[in-house]
């Protein structure tokens, strides 16, 4: 007996899932000699629900609710899972109960292990490529939100129509964990100058920043702007510590720094206050093309040199992407490459 291309792929995936399983298990244990010696092969999925269920409902009455399951099944079900990993996974801290830091790394690994099998479900069936009932979850970054990310789920939904698309808005700070964690397929955005170790950054375009104001700004229409010139108006700037502040701390280099009194991430926001006031923003031309060309907001000045940031899709090293994922990263590419967004 041979199996079929779809049973390779379930047993891959399946392979998969259970070495998420063995790596988390392996770092809670520490090298103790202690306990068995491939505990992944004895969790129970009762034990996995629960403990999963716990972890995202921050309680156990709450898991309860989700589950169908009593307290007392859910309590006995992590306690057995805390003896086959030899870690403490759950403590109580005030009135509550949380995780660990080994309970979040077991819970990491259960969510990964999950998307695999989740995976492997989707690809058995004769129509996955076609997206029955397939599901995406997307972590959107605001410079992929106003092009590029609406004309490729436009694309999608015309050719995989019972596809479940999921859009999860973030900065990248607050999308990386969930990334990680399995609880987003990908994040869509600007890449950071160095990928970090555990993920794999495909950039796809090349974003350069302008400045931008309303309509009838003192500003807008000057063939010139220098740094002075916008050091005399007060800004919108992004959060501290984020590649936008950096580069708006840039553009005054040698000049003292404007008074910023917002720091907002949100670009619905911005718009709303820049058309209203003399406020001055960073922002990436696709991000106010229609206000632009209705005419409530102008570019200042030329695009600003020395601010071109790639953006592009961020996947978890490793990751074996479903056929519906696979078809979106394409269509990602292929409307870049058609010049839907600024190429580099």
Not at 45 to 56: I, S, V
Not at 185 to 207: K, N, T
Request: aromatic share 4%.
């Amino acid at each position: 007996m041979v199996a079929t291309p779809a049973g390779r792929s379930v047993a891959d995936r399946a392979t998969q899932a259970i070495d998420h399983l063995a790596r988390a298990t392996r770092a809670v244990r520490s090298g103790s000699p202690r306990g068995f010696t491939r505990p992944e092969h004895l969790l129970t999925a009762t034990q996995l629900r629960a403990f999963l269920a716990f972890a995202d409902a921050g309680s156990f009455a709450g898991a309860a609710a989700v589950t169908g399951l009593s307290s007392p099944t859910l309590h006995r079900a992590v306690r057995d899972l805390e003896r086959l990993c030899l870690a403490r996974l759950v403590e109580t801290r005030g009135r509550g109960v949380v995780l660990t830091d080994d309970g979040r790394r077991i819970a990491r690994g259960v969510r990964l292990a999950a998307a695999e099998l989740a995976a492997a479900i989707a690809e058995t069936r004769h129509d996955a490529g076609a997206g029955a009932s397939a599901r995406l979850t997307i972590g959107a970054m605001p410079l992929c939100r106003a092009v590029l990310l609406p004309a490729a789920l436009a694309r999608l939904v015309g050719t995989a129509p019972r596809v479940s698309v999921t859009i999860v808005e973030g900065s990248w700070r607050e999308l990386v964990e969930p990334l990680r964690d399995g609880g987003i397929d990908m994040m869509i955005g600007a890449l950071r100058s160095e990928a970090p170790a555990d993920l794999v950054q495909q950039p796809v375009f090349e974003d350069q920043l302008i400045v931008v104001g309303r309509a009838g700004h003192p500003l807008a229409g000057l063939s010139t702007v220098t740094a002075s010139d916008l050091a005399r108006f007060p800004w919108i700037t992004g959060v501290a510590g984020t590649p936008l502040h950096v580069r708006w701390t840039a553009l005054f280099d040698g000049h003292p720094l404007p008074p910023a009194p917002i720091a907002c991430g949100s670009i619905m926001v911005a718009r709303g206050v820049l058309g209203d006031s003399d406020v001055l923003a960073l922002a990436s031309p696709d991000q106010v093309a229609l206000e632009v060309r209705s005419g409530v907001l102008a570019q200042i000045g030329t695009p600003l040199a020395d601010t071109t940031r790639t953006i592009g899709v961020t996947t978890r090293h490793g990751w074996r992407p479903s056929a519906i994922q696979a078809r979106f990263t394409t269509l990602i590419e292929e409307i870049a490459a058609a010049g839907s967004v600024r190429i580099s």
